[in-house]
């Protein structure tokens, strides 16, 4: 079944813990992308990759790190998470000319 | 500075009659149009895309209508289920064969509630 997994689905921490949400897709997609939803605000991109060791900053970047080493895998990192990163966050892969799928969603809470 | 807007957050139509949401963008580079419907606790799915070489598009009950001169476009949804109650999304892209051709920019969308 063609899919993006994300895990965890819900985290809870505290400020400044580092943190790492995993994203994988079985689909050989070589675009990857992470965004955040907040109410009020919808879906804005933080990060993404059109293919492997090839990344780019969305639209809200600040406090989040990404890497790209294989095809299949995007994780996003948060160095030193603060209650303003306490989100919705989905990751989402596309080939060109082709929707983005999404994943089912992590909610993070941070204290 | 918002380039999609979806300007009614919420909409509420009755079970079997017609639900419009609309949208409006303001980068003349979208080329392609897309609306994503999105259940709590889940990610947003794909419903219903629109290249602007067209001007309507149309899969089962749903319906897409762009209007470029206007740079608007709505989806209508006929006859409204119970199950078609989600936030919908309505997301562009466009621009070079590079990042523009996969970037989504996403309205905040508009949560439609169907009563039975």
């Known amino acids: 079944e063609a899919q993006v997994t994300q895990n965890p689905r819900y985290l809870i921490t505290v400020t400044g813990k580092k943190l790492t949400v995993t994203c994988s897709q079985n689909m050989n997609h070589e675009y990857m992308s992470w965004y955040r939803q907040d109410p009020g605000l919808g879906l804005r991109q933080i990060y993404y990759?059109?293919?492997?060791?090839?990344?780019d900053k969305g639209d809200v970047p600040e406090g989040y790190k990404v890497s790209r080493k294989e095809k299949r895998n995007f994780p996003l990192i948060l160095e030193s998470p603060s209650p303003n990163q306490t989100s919705l966050y989905f990751c989402?892969?596309?080939?060109?000319?082709?929707?983005?799928?999404f994943g089912p969603g992590t909610r993070l809470l941070v204290l | 500075d918002q380039q999609v807007k979806q300007n009614s957050p919420s909409l509420s139509v009755q079970e079997g009659r017609i639900s419009i949401l609309n949208c409006d963008y303001t980068n003349s580079m979208f080329d392609y149009f897309l609306w994503y419907k999105k259940y709590p606790a889940e990610g947003p799915t794909f419903l219903i895309s629109?290249?602007?070489?067209?001007d309507k598009n149309e899969d089962g009950r749903f319906t897409v209508f762009l209007n470029k001169s206007a740079k608007h476009l709505s989806l209508h949804i006929v006859p409204s289920q119970p199950g078609d109650s989600a936030v919908y999304f309505c997301a562009a892209s466009g621009g070079d064969s590079g990042a523009g051709s996969y970037q989504l920019t996403f309205g905040k969308g508009t949560k439609l509630s169907v009563i039975p």
């Open positions: 990759s059109m293919n492997v060791e090839v990344t």
């Open positions: 629109i290249s602007s070489i067209k």
């Open positions: 989402a892969s596309s080939s060109l000319g082709e929707t983005q799928y």
